[in-house]
T-cell receptor, first 117, second 114 residues
Framework: AQTVTQSQPEMSVQEAETVTLSCTYD???????LFWYKQPPSRQMILVIR??????QNATENRFSVNFQKAAKSFSLKISDSQLGDAAMYFC??????????????FGSGTRLLVRP | NAGVMQNPRHLVRRRGQEARLRCSPM?????VYWYRQLPEEGLKFMVY????????ESGMPKERFSAEFPKEGPSILRIQQVVRGDSAAYFC????????????FGEGSWLTVV
């Protein structure tokens, strides 16, 4: 079974600085998807960024980018120019491309990001 | 274009009562997932449904919990004889067909058992 590990329960960053959140996963599959979701105090789950495993190029979305290392099974999220609104829980998630997986998301335990003004 | 709609947002039940949580998927989506989030934890998969079919219920507790997604109307997550340990946020998510489609989440339903 696949697992997702986020080893940083909490991270802190100064406003306007850059922070990297770590995520590792375990799978024997070669084709899958990886995601970062943000959960602000409102508790809404917001998709931040997604990465297809077959793509070598790292995904980017404005100030958010990933460092996808397939061989190392690592998928870190970099937030540049951090803003107060970035303060939230961040969840890394894995999704198999196999039909018998039900395509469900498997989540890590989350990293709480604090942004200092 | 409405997103995934869940109601109620907050529900308080006494121990032993029943809780019913409803989810209307995003327009055009025919696949629904239910996840549970206990305090200070990540989301755990419960069940995956298509219209009129339960596809994967491997994450559902064996007793007291059930889910349905009828041909007409919202998906329902039903918890019978609630206990304090059922207090959690329950998220519904929907998607289209295929592994490449993005899964969109509702805002969650918070169940408190007193």
């Amino acid at each position: 079974a696949q697992t997702v590990t986020q080893s940083q329960p909490e991270m802190s960053v100064q406003e306007a600085e850059t922070v990297t959140l770590s995520c590792t996963y375990d799978t024997s599959e070669s084709d899958y998807y990886l995601f970062w979701y943000k959960q602000p105090p409102s508790r809404q789950m917001i998709l931040v960024i997604r990465q297809e495993a077959y793509k070598q190029q790292n995904a980017t979305e404005n100030r958010f980018s990933v460092n996808f290392q397939k061989a190392a099974k690592s998928f870190s999220l970099k937030i540049s120019d951090s803003q107060l609104g970035d303060a939230a829980m961040y969840f890394c998630a894995y999704r198999s491309s196999r039909m018998d997986s039900s395509y469900k998301l498997i989540f890590g335990s989350g990293t709480r990001l604090l942004v200092r003004p | 274009n409405a997103g995934v709609m869940q109601n109620p947002r907050h529900l308080v039940r006494r121990r032993g009562q029943e809780a019913r949580l409803r989810c209307s998927p995003m327009k055009g989506h025919s696949h629904v997932y239910w996840y549970r989030q206990l305090p200070e934890e990540g989301l755990k998969f419960m069940v995956y449904l298509q219209k009129e079919n339960i596809i994967d219920e491997s994450g559902m507790p064996k007793e007291r919990f059930s889910a349905e997604f009828p041909k007409e109307g919202p998906s329902i997550l039903r918890i019978q004889q609630v206990v304090r340990g059922d207090s959690a946020a329950y998220f519904c998510a929907s998607t289209g067909t295929g592994s490449g489609n993005t899964i969109y989440f509702g805002e969650g339903s918070w169940l408190t058992v007193v």
